[in-house]
């Protein structure tokens, strides 16, 4: 699948020093080094790979107003406080997004036309009808929708209802990235690809980083690798859940068979533990995504429950093939709460979306910006930790992925 966003960055050549050295180009690296250049700072970028090449170009395309948990959950993890700070920054995450879109003229077929989260059973119904009431006592334009509305909505009679969020919407993520890399580059960062760090070190006042044969210095220093660290364990390394989720994608669909699937563009997300994921691009393409690694032996599994999926709930898709299919990583945290870390004087690390990179990566991103250039903490979504710890990753990751694929062995059978 084609990106309408191009991007490329030479390896790098020489030593250089800078205000801000960032490490990661996805969406908060490329965000945050967008909103540093455009504040007069000099920034230097260092992506080990290409830009959006980890879970930001592997992203379901969603960009939502807020994360997986409802807002009273949040509320008791983080304190009254702490909750709403977060809450509130992430409701204008959609906003800041498409405004960001609209002001770079970023090519990724934004499409500002909502989302459903769509009740895979009668509980799921029952957990959106909490979220709603608890979305509304806040002020969200949130709208429950039964199942006769959620049926024309989606043209699938499988969902029990659905709840509406009209602030969110959809776009192209590889596409978003890239153009975020793109806008920075022309703010004046300097952005590298191909340039993996391997040692990170705080020296007279200064952080000095090994990028290849190179040494970087910068008074300020963001990690922004999330899910796709490499390498570097000391002064800090993220800690988190590495869970894999795929997508697979049809070919344009034809009309009149297209015509009554997703009619209004939104992006859907089911209730379901396993959830699933649901949208259109311009092109007419059914982008249908679950938890599962399609890279790894058991992707077969995770393509045959997708090609099910795809017949039990558009039965007139039954013989529609996929034409694409990736697999990404998400950077998991047990409470399911973004985490920003500052590890050393001047320095920080974001990371912990949990499946929700676009609005909240590009909100952190620019909000770590800020706050390590003035080096006021005030400003950002959430306070920031010293240290953080996150115990049996690797048994964790597997329980995810062994969940998934019994899920998707048994599930969606006709």
Not at 77 to 102: S, V
Request: charged share 20%; proline share 6%; aromatic share 8%.
């Amino acid at each position: 699948m084609s990106s309408g966003e191009q991007f490329s960055a030479p390896s790098l050549k020489r030593e250089t020093c800078v205000d801000l050295a960032v490490i990661g180009g996805g969406f908060t690296g490329c965000s945050a080094a967008l909103e540093a250049a455009r504040a007069g700072a000099s920034v230097a970028l260092f992506e080990a790979e290409s830009i959006g090449y980890g879970g930001s170009g592997r992203n379901v395309g969603l960009v939502n107003a807020g994360l997986w948990l409802p807002p009273e959950v949040l509320i008791a993890q983080l304190g009254h406080e702490g909750g709403l700070r977060l809450i509130k920054a992430l409701a204008k995450a959609p906003d800041i997004t498409f405004e960001l879109i609209d002001r770079e003229a970023i090519d990724c077929e934004a499409q500002r036309k909502g989302t459903l989260h769509l009740a895979h059973s009668p509980n799921g119904l029952s957990d959106l009808e909490d979220r709603h009431r608890q979305g509304v006592a806040l002020g969200a334009p949130l709208r429950l929708l039964d199942a006769t509305e959620t049926a024309q909505r989606t043209g699938s009679h499988a969902f029990f209802g659905s709840l509406h969020d009209p602030r969110a919407g959809t776009i192209q993520p590889l596409a978003y990235v890239r153009g975020l890399a793109r806008a920075a580059q022309s703010a004046g960062a300097v952005l590298h690809e191909r340039s993996p760090v391997s040692k990170i070190v705080f020296e007279k006042e200064t952080w000095a980083l090994v990028v290849g044969d190179y040494k970087v210095k910068a008074r300020h220093l963001l990690v922004a690798t999330n899910a796709y660290h490499l390498g570097i364990s000391d002064p800090f390394r993220p800690q988190f859940v590495p869970v894999q989720y795929c997508q697979y994608a049809t070919a344009p669909l034809p009309e009149p068979l297209g015509t009554a699937i997703l009619p209004g563009r939104e992006g859907c997300w089911d209730t379901a533990l396993v959830m699933s994921s649901l949208r259109r691009d311009l092109a007419g393409r059914l982008i249908i995504g679950g938890i599962g690694n399609s890279d790894r032996p058991g992707g077969k599994l995770h393509a045959a429950w997708a090609a099910r999926k795809l017949a039990a709930l558009f039965p007139s898709l039954s013989r529609q093939e996929f034409t694409h299919g990736w697999s990404g990583r998400i950077a998991m945290t047990r409470d399911h709460v973004p985490k920003i870390v500052a590890f050393g004087p001047r320095a920080m690390a974001c990371f912990g979306y949990s499946g929700r990179g676009i609005g909240p990566g590009t909100v952190f991103g620019r909000g770590c910006a800020l706050a390590l250039l003035s080096e006021n903490h005030d400003s950002l979504p959430v306070k920031p930790l010293e240290s953080y710890d996150e115990r049996f990753t690797a048994a964790r990751a597997l329980w995810y992925e062994f969940g998934a694929s019994l899920v998707h062995t048994t599930s969606a059978r006709l």
